[in-house]
Antibody
Framework: EVQLVESGGGLVQSGGSLRLSCAAS????????MTWVRQAPGKGLEWVAN????????YYVDSVKGRFTISRDNAKKSLYLQMNSLRADDTAVYFC???????????WGQGTMVTVSS | DIQMTQSPSSLSASVGDRVTITCRAS??????LAWYQQRPGKAPNLLLS???TLQIGVPSRFSGSGSGTDYTLTISSLQPEDFATYYC?????????FGQGTKLEIK
């Protein structure tokens, strides 16, 4: 079964750090761009960052540049999001997703909640 | 950044109705548009990519069209399971921006 499972969310104080993980199974992880999307409580979807198959390219939304780092380990079939200098407006459910060539996101994890307290 | 303006923000309709949701990009996106359905507490589900390519397993009552800056999602005959929130997303350039969402509710 093609699956993505996120972990690592939790409650953190403003200014703190958190590392999210996304474990992939059921497909050739190293063949796909991967992405992180977040959704604040009761709000819409916001694309956060993505990373190329071999990890040599990545892109970020402006609001997280310099604070978040996306990475991957193809041997472990895992995607990561290192989040530093967290702010209250980073509070959201964070989803990892597989990116198609077109691109669009066809496989999503169930999401992991990150709460930043001020 | 490309801004996506989705309308309406909410829509009340009945089973069997035909509904249309529109999305306007702040610049041309060459049909690089995807539509997602999201039910409460769940991850989004990809319905269509590249404006009109239906994903495997998505019912044919869903269709998409558009070009340039203007795009539409049409549901030809609403079913009970279609009541959810729908998002458009431009996939033309990063940051990949989403529309604000359309909440489709039962009348």
């Amino acid at each position: 079964e093609v699956q993505l499972v996120e972990s690592g969310g939790g409650l953190v104080q403003s200014g703190g750090s958190l590392r999210l993980s996304c474990a992939a199974s059921g497909f050739t992880f190293s063949s796909y761009w991967m992405t992180w999307v977040r959704q604040a409580p009761g709000k819409g979807l916001e694309w956060v960052a993505n990373i190329k198959q071999d990890g040599t390219e990545n892109y970020y939304v402006d609001s997280v540049k310099g604070r978040f780092t996306i990475s991957r380990d193809n041997a472990k079939k895992s995607l990561y999001l290192q989040m530093n200098s967290l702010r209250a407006d980073d509070t959201a459910v964070y989803f990892c997703a597989r990116e198609l060539e077109l691109p669009s996101f066809d496989i999503w994890g169930q999401g992991t909640m990150v709460t930043v307290s001020s | 950044d490309i801004q996506m303006t989705q309308s309406p923000s909410s829509l009340s309709a009945s089973v069997g109705d035909r509904v249309t949701i529109t999305c306007r990009a702040s610049q041309g996106i060459s049909k690089s548009l995807a539509w997602y359905q999201q039910r409460p507490g769940k991850a989004p589900n990809l319905l269509l990519s590249a404006t009109s390519t239906l994903q495997i397993g998505v019912p044919s009552r869903f269709s998409g069209s558009g070009s340039g800056t203007d795009y539409t999602l049409t549901i030809s005959s609403l079913q009970p399971e279609d009541f959810a929130t729908y998002y458009c997303q431009q996939c033309y350039s990063t940051p990949y921006t989403f529309g604000q969402g359309t909440k489709l509710e039962i009348k």
